[in-house]
């Protein structure tokens, strides 16, 4: 079957790094994003992956290691609306149009 | 700039009801969503739909049905209503990356 894990929550200060990291394992594989989700709302898209390596988009940065089926969000300069749940997850199968399945989420908890 | 649009945003069912959550999107994406989202806990996906006119079971598919109307709607039918099926459901399409609805909060009473 699929699987994600990733840490349930983690805490951090204001201005701090924070990484999450996501382990997979899938019967195939087509790319590892990331989402934002905060309170009452909807997931909202952060990075993809579909190679090995960093991809960096402002504060935020995801790695994507293929033979250790591993990934993390990198998370600079907190800020405290920064504090929100974060997803990883994994297109299982082939091409772009195979199942999307979300790992349980991060809970991020930016202090001051 | 719709994105993906989900109805109804609330809703509250008595047992034994059925009701469809419809869901559209203007991002030309093959592949369609849902998922439900029960408090302190991730997405799970109830089914999915790679092209038009093709629809598979997700992990939760039991209490539901879909149909992929064509390429820009996807919509979700309970048929009987129970209790455990209150939860927030959400609809999403991709290609890269997955857009979401803003979610339907549902509750079965």
């Not at chain 1, 349930?8 to 899938?26: D, F, K, L, P």
């Not at chain 2, 034994?16 to 991730?42: E, I, K, V």
């Not at chain 2, 048929?79 to 549902?106: H, I, K, M, N």
């Amino acid at each position: 079957g699929q699987s994600l894990e990733q840490p349930s929550e983690v805490t951090a200060v204001e201005g701090a790094i924070v990484q999450i990291n996501c382990t997979y394992q899938t019967s195939g594989f087509y790319g590892l994003s990331w989402y934002q989700q905060h309170d009452g709302g909807a997931p909202t898209f952060l990075s993809y992956n579909a190679l090995d390596g960093l991809e960096e988009t402002g504060r935020f940065s995801s790695f994507l290691s293929r033979s250790d089926s591993y990934g993390y969000l990198l998370l600079q300069e907190l800020q405290m609306k920064d504090s929100a749940s974060y997803f990883c997850a994994v297109r299982d199968g082939s091409g772009n149009t195979g199942k999307l399945i979300f790992g349980q989420g991060t809970t991020l908890q930016v202090k001051p | 700039n719709a994105g993906v649009t989900q109805t109804p945003k609330f809703q509250v069912l008595k047992t034994g009801q059925s009701m469809t959550l419809q869901c559209a999107q203007d991002m030309n994406h093959n592949s369609m969503y849902w998922y439900r989202q029960d408090p302190g806990m991730g997405l799970r996906l109830i089914y999915y739909s790679a092209s038009e006119g093709t629809t598979d079971k997700g992990e939760v598919p039991n209490g539901y049905n879909v149909s992929r109307l064509n390429k820009r709607e996807f919509s979700l039918r309970l048929e009987s209503a129970a209790p455990s099926q209150t939860s927030v459901y959400f609809c999403a399409s991709s290609d890269r990356a997955a857009f979401f609805g803003q979610g339907t909060r549902l509750t079965v009473v």
